[in-house]
């Protein structure tokens, strides 16, 4: 009698990161990024704004009023750059920084005061246009793209239509103009509400944990593109608030020209150099007519603008008998033509071409 053992996974963990690292590893390509970055979008929960969080008015939005008992006084209105709008009767009101229920209160407390008894307003925002965020760099629609509330850095990403061709792997979000939106209470202190829109913030960065990024004192934030694909983890979804700026960096490139079978550029997309031998294989490898001694790296210094030449032997590279550079972004490898193979070949094509044209001739008679 046989008895087979099916024995289940020592470490199951284990199973379980390797099954993980193996869809990660389908992450190549710019379409793959996308893909993963629509997949997180559907997976993320957007963040929303609570009751205590509602919309604040800003310069440039458009507001409409309405004034029921009156309603040659409503109409719409821009908010100018100090946070103003200016009203029939009323004249100048300051409407920044209010919510459009808070701004209700305040113009029916403006007209009971002079020409009304028992006023009823409302205030709509027709337009925002006060709380924008600046996606630029290696995304697909660079672009200013104007949010309610808060969004998460997978969601903005996604507003630009997803990463380029050319997306390295470290988005930089630079902290703007300070976030009204997330005031939970309003003070008549400035300095008061300042901080409190700062606590805010923190509040919600140690709700998520201690975020695995880097922050410079000039407010920028650095995070791992890769890590945010490939791990799927909240803590490297940072929260982008109106007035940040977003922006993904560009991968480094390396060109492959001369005597390969399919010369151009080619992206590097964790910015991770890559030896000589790489290169060429990326370029599907060399000609019948390369000249192999004679390929070189040309070499552009980025301060100075000057260009260098390293000779390289690939012939010896390839034997093992030479050590495979690495290169940098920007490096380019060309592999000159070798004049007497390419004498060689054409003569020998051209020995071919008479041979069997005789035949042909011989055979038709």
């Given at each position: 009698?046989?008895?087979?053992?099916?024995?289940?996974?020592?470490?199951?963990?284990?199973?379980?990161?390797?099954?993980?690292?193996?869809?990660?590893?389908?992450?190549?390509?710019?379409?793959d990024w996308n893909k993963r970055l629509q997949e997180l979008?559907?997976?993320?929960?957007?963040?929303?704004?609570?009751?205590?969080?509602?919309?604040?008015?800003?310069?440039?939005?458009?507001?409409?009023?309405?004034?029921?008992?009156?309603?040659?006084?409503?109409?719409?209105?821009?908010?100018?750059?100090?946070?103003?709008?200016?009203?029939?009767?009323?004249?100048?009101?300051?409407?920044?920084?209010?919510?459009?229920?808070?701004?209700?209160?305040?113009?029916?407390?403006?007209?009971?005061?002079?020409?009304?008894?028992?006023?009823?307003?409302?205030?709509?925002?027709?337009?925002?246009?006060?709380?924008?965020?600046?996606?630029?760099?290696?995304?697909?629609?660079?672009?200013?793209?104007?949010?309610?509330?808060?969004?998460?850095?997978?969601?903005?990403?996604?507003?630009?239509?997803?990463?380029?061709?050319?997306?390295?792997?470290?988005?930089?979000?630079?902290?703007?103009?300070?976030?009204?939106?997330?005031?939970?209470?309003?003070?008549?202190?400035?300095?008061?509400?300042?901080?409190?829109?700062?606590?805010?913030?923190?509040?919600?960065?140690?709700?998520?944990?201690?975020?695995?990024?880097?922050?410079?004192?000039?407010?920028?934030?650095?995070?791992?593109?890769?890590?945010?694909?490939?791990?799927?983890?909240?803590?490297?979804?940072?929260?982008?608030?109106?007035?940040?700026?977003?922006?993904?960096?560009?991968?480094?490139?390396?060109?492959?020209?001369?005597?390969?079978?399919?010369?151009?550029?080619?992206?590097?997309?964790?910015?991770?150099?890559?030896?000589?031998?790489?290169?060429?294989?990326?370029?599907?490898?060399?000609?019948?007519?390369?000249?192999?001694?004679?390929?070189?790296?040309?070499?552009t210094d980025e301060e100075t603008g000057e260009r260098?030449?390293?000779?390289?032997?690939?012939?010896?590279?390839?034997?093992?008998?030479?050590?495979?550079?690495?290169?940098?972004?920007?490096?380019?490898?060309?592999?000159?033509?070798?004049?007497?193979?390419?004498?060689?070949?054409?003569?020998?094509?051209?020995?071919?071409?008479?041979?069997?044209?005789?035949?042909?001739?011989?055979?038709?008679?």
């Amino acid at each position: 009698m046989l008895v087979l053992f099916l024995a289940a996974p020592a470490f199951p963990g284990v199973a379980q990161e390797s099954s993980r690292q193996s869809s990660v590893q389908e992450l190549r390509t710019t379409e793959d990024w996308n893909k993963r970055l629509q997949e997180l979008l559907r997976q993320s929960e957007p963040v929303s704004l609570t009751p205590t969080q509602e919309y604040h008015i800003g310069p440039e939005d458009l507001v409409e009023i309405t004034v029921f008992e009156a309603p040659e006084l409503g109409r719409s209105f821009r908010v100018s750059a100090s946070g103003e709008i200016s009203m029939p009767l009323l004249g100048t009101v300051k409407a920044a920084g209010l919510t459009p229920r808070e701004l209700e209160i305040v113009l029916q407390e403006l007209l009971r005061r002079t020409y009304m008894n028992d006023p009823h307003v409302g205030v709509l925002v027709r337009e925002m246009e006060s709380h924008p965020v600046s996606v630029f760099g290696a995304v697909a629609k660079p672009g200013v793209f104007q949010i309610r509330g808060t969004k998460t850095l997978v969601e903005v990403l996604s507003m630009a239509q997803g990463l380029a061709e050319d997306a390295g792997d470290t988005v930089i979000v630079m902290r703007g103009a300070p976030y009204r939106g997330l005031t939970d209470q309003k003070n008549d202190d400035q300095e008061a509400g300042t901080a409190g829109s700062r606590t805010a913030r923190d509040t919600e960065a140690a709700a998520a944990g201690s975020s695995p990024t880097q922050e410079s004192g000039t407010g920028a934030v650095e995070i791992n593109l890769k890590d945010l694909l490939e791990s799927g983890d909240a803590r490297y979804n940072l929260p982008v608030y109106g007035g940040d700026i977003v922006k993904v960096t560009r991968a480094g490139i390396v060109y492959v020209v001369g005597e390969v079978k399919k010369p151009g550029g080619f992206v590097l997309k964790s910015n991770e150099n890559i030896s000589v031998l790489q290169a060429v294989a990326l370029g599907e490898g060399l000609t019948r007519t390369a000249a192999k001694k004679h390929a070189r790296i040309i070499r552009t210094d980025e301060e100075t603008g000057e260009r260098a030449e390293i000779a390289i032997d690939l012939g010896k590279i390839l034997a093992g008998k030479a050590p495979d550079p690495l290169l940098r972004p920007k490096d380019i490898v060309f592999v000159p033509n070798s004049n007497a193979r390419s004498a060689l070949y054409r003569g020998a094509e051209a020995a071919i071409a008479t041979i069997t044209g005789v035949i042909i001739w011989r055979q038709a008679r």
